[in-house]
């Protein structure tokens, strides 16, 4: 397993007793030291990927031992990248009056 790479110029915290249920947590930028790391992962590239041509970096939001939250890169990359099979065609099969009023249907 690869050691996390925590995304810096962000600090996310759990909500607070006295907000709202619907409060799921909240969080700091750094401006700066997030541009920094940005820049510092876009001259490596190993952890861009592109959707629709534009480049990302993934992440993932998880929960310490302490009970507070991190944000770390997703470093995630699938052994095979073939896609998934497709199929061309999809033909159902039904046949003209398979069932009729005399069988005995349970409902």
Same mark, same amino acid.
């Given at each position: 397993m690869?050691?996390? $790479?925590?995304?810096q110029? #962000? ?15 909240g969080?700091? #930028?750094d401006?700066e030291?997030?541009? *920094?790391? #940005?820049n510092?992962?876009?001259?490596? &590239?190993?952890? #861009? $990927? ?5 480049k %990302?970096?993934?992440? %993932?939001?998880? *929960?310490? *031992?302490? &009970?507070g939250?991190s944000?770390?890169?997703?470093? /995630?990359?699938?052994k095979?990248?073939?896609? /998934?099979p ?9 046949k ?6 005399d069988?005995?249907?349970p409902?």
């Amino acid at each position: 397993m690869s050691e996390k $790479t925590f995304v810096q110029g #962000i600090r996310l915290f759990s909500p607070q007793s006295s907000q709202p249920e619907f409060v799921v947590g909240g969080g700091i #930028i750094d401006i700066e030291a997030l541009a *920094k790391f #940005i820049n510092e992962q876009v001259a490596q &590239g190993d952890n #861009i $990927t592109e959707y629709k041509g534009a480049k %990302q970096l993934k992440f %993932q939001i998880t *929960k310490t *031992k302490a &009970g507070g939250l991190s944000m770390a890169l997703d470093t /995630y990359k699938p052994k095979d990248s073939k896609p /998934y099979p497709v199929k061309k065609e999809f033909k159902a099969t039904y046949k003209k009056n398979q069932y009729s009023e005399d069988t005995d249907l349970p409902f």
